[in-house]
């Protein structure tokens, strides 16, 4: 059995949890009060039963209390343990790779991926992301510009892009 720890942060838009695994690579990091769903995509990724999470300290607790202090280029560096197949880690990675500050709509990134009939499936990738903020599914914005899909909720997706947009550069 896996034993993953699990440490609450607060943060200005709630608690957060961050479940990294025994090398302190994060597994997952979601908002507290969207528990049941990072539940569920522990289960998916690691099989349901097959793991416990302990209470302790994780690594990357201070890179994203840096984040929310203005530095937000910190999440860039922590260490993740992508896990999900291999399309969605490609989903994944290219997601970290827009800059603070900005956003990008699917089918954008669907292209920079080299798959620009694939915005949809960029849509269902980012959607099973466990890494929010810290992959920054976020940054991503509907066709016409409109805030879409954010399991923290949309307001929460305001805020950070908000965020980002004000600190970029200042980290």
């Not at 569920?40 to 840096?66: F, I, K, N």
Request: proline residues 5%.
């Amino acid at each position: 059995m896996l034993s993953l720890t699990v440490q609450r942060i607060a943060t200005p838009l709630g608690d957060m949890l961050l479940v990294a695994d025994p090398e302190n690579a994060l597994r997952a990091a979601e908002f507290a009060d969207c528990e049941e769903r990072l539940g569920r995509l522990l289960d998916r990724r690691l099989g349901a039963g097959r793991y416990r999470l302990e209470s302790g300290p994780v690594s990357g607790a201070a890179a994203l209390d840096a984040y929310f202090t203005g530095d937000v280029g910190a999440i860039d560096e922590m260490e993740v343990c992508y896990g999900g197949t291999p399309f969605q880690q490609e989903v994944w990675r290219a997601l970290r790779g827009i800059a603070p500050g900005r956003a990008l709509t699917y089918s954008g990134l669907a292209t920079a991926i080299g798959r620009p009939s694939a915005p949809r499936a960029v849509g269902h990738a980012n959607g099973a992301n466990p890494f929010s903020i810290v992959v920054p599914c976020h940054r991503l914005i509907g066709a016409n510009g409109d805030l879409t899909g954010y399991a923290g909720g949309i307001a929460r997706k305001r805020w950070l892009l908000d965020h980002e947009a004000k600190c970029a550069g200042s980290g």
